[in-house]
């Protein structure tokens, strides 16, 4: 299971990284896309949106459940991965690059440190 150093993490598995500007790229964790299987279906219609923590973004469907995502931080979703809607498996293949799922222009900086490190997520996982 992997878990990058430089990225931040939600209970809900969600991850964050800050990319600057005030804009973060997010998606689900490499534990989350395991537990949910083989993705078949991402929804997000949230774009152009501004949104509170932990508000539902979209969601994802894995062959045998869906599942809600929820936002890491508040903020307006800014973008979505569009390579998700004919190859939503980039997920499972790749969660940390080519899976990640939007981009939000963050509305309070202050809440990133509140997300959990990449030892306080392993110590989650592995709970």
């Known amino acids: 299971m992997t878990v990058k150093d430089n990225f931040k993490y939600?209970?809900?598995?969600?991850?964050?990284?800050v990319e600057g500007n005030?804009?973060?790229v997010v998606g689900v964790t490499d534990f989350a896309q395991g537990e949910l299987g083989d993705i078949v279906f991402v929804e997000v219609e949230t774009l152009g949106e501004t949104l509170n923590k932990e508000e539902v973004f979209g969601s994802i469907e894995a062959v045998k459940t869906v599942s809600d995502m929820y936002?890491?931080?508040g903020g307006e979703i800014i973008e979505f991965n569009d390579a998700l809607t004919t190859n939503p498996e980039l997920i499972n293949k790749d969660p940390y690059g080519e899976g990640w799922i939007v981009k939000v222009k963050i509305s309070n900086p202050g809440e990133v440190d509140e997300l959990l490190s990449a030892?306080?997520?392993k110590n989650l996982i592995n709970a």
């Open 10 to 17: 939600t209970k809900d598995h969600e991850w964050l990284k």
């Open 22 to 24: 005030g804009i973060a």
């Open 71 to 73: 936002m890491p931080v």
């Open 119 to 121: 030892d306080a997520y």
